[in-house]
């Protein structure tokens, strides 16, 4: 179930959260999921942010509003890079980001959105 994030103590549990399990589990995108954290409050349109919660945790899914589009944005453990789909974690991928991603190449993607 999705959780809105209106509140920035919330939205840093939620970084802090991916940052430490990507430090243990996703080590190829534990650096650039800062980077892409930071170009989402950028860019991000005045909705929530929303984050998919199981069993009241928050996980590694967040659903973000850009230029009146919705985007997912997830972990894909099978490439190992985090997502940017179209509306949905089911939609089309957008684009691909690991730690040897740029931080050019984050804003590029995200402007393109």
Same mark, same amino acid.
């Given at each position: +179930?999705?959780?809105?994030?209106?509140? !920035?103590?919330?939205?840093?549990? =939620? !970084?802090?959260?991916? +940052?430490?399990?990507? #430090?243990?589990?996703? $080590? %190829?995108? %534990? /650096?650039?999921?800062?980077?892409?954290?930071?170009?989402? !409050?950028?860019? #991000?349109?005045?909705?929530?942010? /929303?984050? @998919?919660?199981?069993? $009241?945790? +928050?996980?590694?899914?967040?659903?973000? #509003?850009?230029?009146? %589009? #919705?985007?997912? @944005?997830? =972990? %894909?453990?099978?490439?190992?890079?985090?997502?940017?789909?179209?509306?949905?974690?089911? $939609?089309?991928?957008?684009? /691909? @980001?690991?730690?040897?991603?740029?931080?050019? /190449?984050?804003?590029?993607?995200?402007?393109?959105?």
């Amino acid at each position: +179930m999705p959780r809105k994030i209106s509140d !920035i103590s919330i939205l840093q549990q =939620y !970084i802090s959260g991916v +940052m430490e399990r990507a #430090k243990h589990h996703a $080590g %190829n995108v %534990n /650096e650039i999921a800062l980077a892409l954290a930071g170009a989402i !409050i950028w860019k #991000k349109d005045d909705e929530p942010i /929303e984050v @998919f919660t199981r069993e $009241g945790k +928050m996980t590694n899914v967040l659903w973000v #509003k850009l230029s009146g %589009n #919705k985007y997912a @944005f997830s =972990y %894909n453990h099978d490439n190992e890079t985090i997502e940017i789909r179209k509306g949905t974690t089911h $939609g089309a991928v957008l684009h /691909e @980001f690991s730690n040897d991603t740029t931080i050019s /190449e984050v804003i590029r993607a995200v402007e393109s959105l």
